[in-house]
């Protein structure tokens, strides 16, 4: 069989088990023949174990990446129905841009003012004991687990939703798991989230968002917020953290941009 290469994000997916028959045959092909591809997916396991001891609370078989499906051929009318689509997609948002201002909050929360936020986001790469910093430079593949901390208020209570912005300007929720799910954080100690998050190909940018308020957070509107947001920096991160305090005003608000490299 000719040579065929492996990346490190199939090799990351064939490592959690994200990959088709096909695949699965080719990554364990090229292993059989590739020391240093061998030698790769062994860091890889030892990354892991690295892992598993520092966040014993995650579970393995929640981390998650964006969905991979297979293509097939379109009917023309579903083609016909698709482009009908994109046209929908391209232009309503613009129009509502243009024409609305961010999904509204009916109740907004007062929060801490700039320089004043009590809230904190970390992420952390798999296999490193240290957090990321702002602007850190990470890859197609990596795994990262993220985790906050926020400070009890008068109210004893505190509420948040935390999201991350690719630069395909897709929206992932990370907290609350589902949209059902309380919004309620634990106040007063770093608390990492039940899932685990692998990286998939989007590109230059995945910047999270934290936004905490002292009563209960619609997360739907937070999402809509989200979205709209998404198209607002869309191939400028540098505007992520201007336009979401704008976005989410009265609410605190950290950000954490990670650049694809």
């Known amino acids: 069989m ?49 892992f598993w001891q520092r966040f014993p609370h995650v579970t393995p078989n929640v981390i998650r990446a964006r969905p991979l499906g297979r293509l097939r051929r379109p009917s023309p009318l579903v083609w016909g129905i698709c482009a009908a689509a ?48 702002d602007q850190a ?3 197609t593949g990596n795994t990262i687990q993220l985790a906050y901390r926020v400070q009890p208020e008068d109210s004893g209570e505190r509420y948040g939703v935390i999201f991350s912005i690719d630069g395909r300007s897709s929206v992932t929720m990370h907290y609350p798991y589902s949209l059902g799910q309380s919004t309620q954080l634990v106040a007063g100690k770093a608390v990492p989230l039940d899932e685990a998050y692998t990286l998939d190909d989007a590109p230059d940018y995945e910047i999270f968002f934290l936004v905490v308020g002292d009563k209960p957070l619609p997360v739907n509107n937070v999402l809509n917020t989200a979205r709209q947001l998404a198209l607002q920096i869309a191939g400028q991160p540098q505007e992520a953290l201007r336009r979401g305090t704008d976005a989410f005003k009265d609410y605190e608000l950290t950000v954490l941009t990670l650049r694809k490299e």
């Open 2 to 50: 000719s040579n065929v290469h492996i990346n490190a994000f199939l090799l990351e997916r064939y490592h959690i088990g994200e990959v088709t028959p096909e695949e699965k045959f080719l990554v364990e092909d090229a292993l059989a023949r590739d020391t240093e591809l061998a030698a790769s997916l062994a860091d890889l396991d030892r990354a892991d174990r690295d």
């Open 86 to 133: 994109v046209v929908l997609i391209i232009v309503l948002p613009l129009f509502i841009l243009k024409n609305t201002s961010y999904a509204t909050f009916d109740d907004r929360i007062k929060g801490s003012s700039a320089g004043e936020n009590s809230a904190e986001l970390s992420v952390y790469l798999k296999g490193r004991d240290a957090k990321l910093p």
């Open 137 to 139: 430079g990470i890859q």
